[in-house]
């Protein structure tokens, strides 16, 4: 049975900083990119940052210089440094997870969510103006 986990999520002021992490485990497969997506009520979901299973990493445009991802797809970890956050910044985040064989590089953009087929349960992130 495979499991993402989510934590860090919570209410915070504009100006604010936020550490998501997501840890996975029982996905038996040789090599795995992750990623964060966010979805505000009313959009579509959104595409934050990734890891692909070569390493590569790739950060919206969106959040661009306010965030940084780090994470070991070797151990299914992921975490998601936001600061200076933004009343549009809130959302559900959730983490996503994908063969390897799907996405190995990340270096062209972030990943579409139709690629990812496990994903956890989401965790809440709400600025405050």
């Known amino acids: 049975q495979v499991n993402l986990v989510e934590s860090g999520g919570g209410a915070v002021q504009a100006g604010g900083s936020l550490r998501l992490s997501c840890a996975a485990s029982g996905y038996t497969v040789s090599s795995v990119c992750m990623a964060w997506f966010r979805q505000a009520p009313g959009k579509e979901r959104e595409g934050v940052a990734a890891?692909?299973?070569?390493?590569?990493?790739r950060i919206a445009y969106s959040v661009e210089g306010r965030s940084s991802i780090s994470g070991d797809t070797a151990k299914m970890t992921l975490n998601l440094q936001m600061n200076n956050l933004k009343p549009e910044d809130a959302a559900m985040y959730y983490c996503?997870?994908?063969?390897?064989?799907?996405?190995?590089?990340?270096?062209?953009?972030?990943?579409?969510?139709?690629?990812?087929?496990?994903w956890g349960q989401g965790t809440q992130v709400t600025v405050s103006s």
């Open positions: 996503a997870l994908a063969p390897g064989s799907l996405c190995y590089t990340v270096k062209a953009g972030i990943p579409s969510h139709r690629l990812f087929h496990l």
């Open positions: 890891i692909g299973s070569d390493g590569s990493s």
